[in-house]
């Protein structure tokens, strides 16, 4: 079936450092590929999307391309700021496209 | 503002008793579905629903039920039957395949 891998966290950090975090995945055919962010306390919100190989999605500085020869979508930002801290979920719309499959989370802490 | 509400953000309940959270949505959107969050823990489906008055299990029906009346709500039951109800709860919908999300309610049973 369809998933989802991330590396486990927490991704600890000091501001202004390049941050990457790894996403692979195993899909039937080529879906769309998502990053989501969720701030404490708070629901989950779209950070960028990618609806075919090779694209790259982007948004606040943060990208990800997708990549189906290493069947990946590694999130990266060249620099990160305290207000980045977060968990980032890797997610993929499962073979029927009814639901979601999500990585677990990985948590990012970003320190002045 | 289109968008996702979910009430109450804070919900205390005596162990026992059933619970019902909200979930509106003025997107237009026909699925939504509904999540449990774990401290730590990532995502986990509950019910959907694609249509109205039409609803799937997810992977941790057991203790919950659901509802779909109307296109813009679907509301979650936690009952008496769900042994550790106590989680972070969230509703999302979706056009297609991108959900939009709600921001949540914490539920804790006393």
């Known amino acids: 079936g369809d998933s989802v891998t991330q590396m486990e966290g927490p991704v600890t950090l000091s501001e202004e450092a390049f941050l990457t975090i790894n996403c692979t995945y195993t899909?039937?055919?080529?879906?769309?590929l998502f990053w989501y962010v969720q701030y404490p306390g708070e629901g989950l919100q779209l950070l960028l999307k990618a609806t075919k190989a090779d694209d790259k999605g982007s948004n606040k500085g943060f990208e990800a391309t997708y990549r189906k020869e290493t069947t990946s979508f590694h999130l990266e930002k060249g620099s990160v700021q305290v207000s980045d801290s977060a968990v980032y979920f890797c997610?993929?719309?499962?073979?029927?496209?009814?639901?979601?499959?999500f990585g677990k989370g990985t948590m990012l802490l970003v320190s002045p | 503002d289109g968008g996702i509400t979910q009430s109450p953000k804070y919900l205390f309940r005596k162990e026992g008793q059933n619970v019902t959270l909200s979930c509106e949505q003025n997107l237009n959107h026909d699925a939504m579905y509904w999540y449990r969050q774990d401290p730590g823990q990532g995502l986990r489906l509950i019910y959907y629903s694609q249509i109205v008055n039409d609803f799937q299990k997810g992977d941790i029906a057991e203790g919950y039920s659901v509802s779909r009346e109307k296109k813009e709500s679907f509301p979650l039951t936690v009952t008496s039957a769900q042994k550790n109800p106590t989680a972070f709860y969230l509703c999302?919908?979706?056009?297609?395949?991108?959900?939009?999300f709600g921001p949540g309610t914490r539920l804790t049973v006393l």
């Open positions: 899909a039937t055919g080529y879906p769309s």
């Open positions: 997610a993929l719309p499962n073979s029927g496209y009814s639901t979601l499959t």
């Open positions: 999302a919908s979706s056009p297609g395949d991108e959900q939009f």
